[in-house]
């Protein structure tokens, strides 16, 4: 299977991005987006890609129709819009793969996106791309790995021969759910490790908050199915350490400003979206997931967050494996 024209659906930081990453890959790339007069006519992101040139070889369209002619589709809009564009897609993506890149859970359903695109768009073939990866860092052609995940090993395979490049390094997986449940929780988590950093409760607690989170993590991850191989690799551990110990991530400055008890900046922040959510599924799967539970209730003000940690230190002694 060989997949030459790449579309990259969304023009924010990542999508745009990726549309580099393909490009270097050697690829013909088409960038979709909303509002993208000025992206073509500058060729520059300066909005979430300060200093990035876009070379011209990329076609840069408002035009939805032009992102027939792709091979296969990078979905790279925030995850509540996933719906959304898929409906926008269903009229011109008949089968093509559609690689979902966007990490969270729908509010709404508590659906993964590659559900969200099995319901919203049918025939598409959904695949996942996820793991430890700024888009800046991509963008300027930094070394990055990443996992993509198809059911079908073969796409999975296909899509990581189609993007990776000496600077881009995509590893190959059948295993969605595990790529998305990692994807999704490390931004939830990724939210506490902020608030520890913005409270300055040291290098200590900060270390033992990417612990109990990644053993959050691998308990969800087993209820839905993951295999947890997966949740040990780039989209599980990896993107949790770097999420929860880098200020560049957008869910770590979000919880370093509510930690400093300072208004966050305004921007995408999907582990807030996904925080209640996350909830809702470790309690409809009864598993515990006091970290989690305890974002959920920050974002959404129904405890503060002296309370939450006082609450957390003081849940009953138990075995670290249980
Ligand atoms: N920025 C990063 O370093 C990375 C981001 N991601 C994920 O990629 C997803 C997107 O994030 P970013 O690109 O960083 O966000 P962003 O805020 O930079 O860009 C989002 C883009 O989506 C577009 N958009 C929003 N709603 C839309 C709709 N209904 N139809 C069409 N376009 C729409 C916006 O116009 C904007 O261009 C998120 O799920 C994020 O977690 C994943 C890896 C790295
Ligand atoms: O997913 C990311 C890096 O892997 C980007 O993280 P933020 O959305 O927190 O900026």
Known sequence: MSLERIAVVGAGAWGTALAL??????????????????LAATRRNDAHLPGVAIPPAIEITGTIAHVAKADAILLATPTQTVRAVAMRL?????????VICAKGLERSTMFRPTEVL??????????????????????????????IAASEPKLAMALCQALGSPSFRPYAETDMIGVEIGGAFKNVLAIAAGIVTGRQLGASASAALIARGFAELRRIGAAMGARPETLMGLSGLGDLVLTCSSVQSRNFAYGIALGRGEAPALGLVEGAATAPVAREMARTHSIQMPIT????????????IDEAILALMSRPLKHETD
Do not use: K, M, N
């Not at 990453?21 to 000025?38: H, M, P, Q, S, T």
């Open 293 to 304: 539970e305890a974002v959920a209730a920050i974002v959404e003000g129904e405890i503060d």
């Open 21 to 38: 990453a393909a490009e270097r890959a050697g690829r013909e790339v088409i960038l979709w987006g909303r509002d993208v007069e000025a």
């Open 90 to 98: 269903s009229a011109i993506a008949d089968g093509t793969p559609v």
């Open 118 to 147: 099995e319901q919203a768009l049918p025939p598409a073939d959904p695949a996942v791309l996820s793991g430890p990866s700024f888009a800046v860092d991509v963008a300027h052609g930094l070394p990055t790995a990443v996992t």
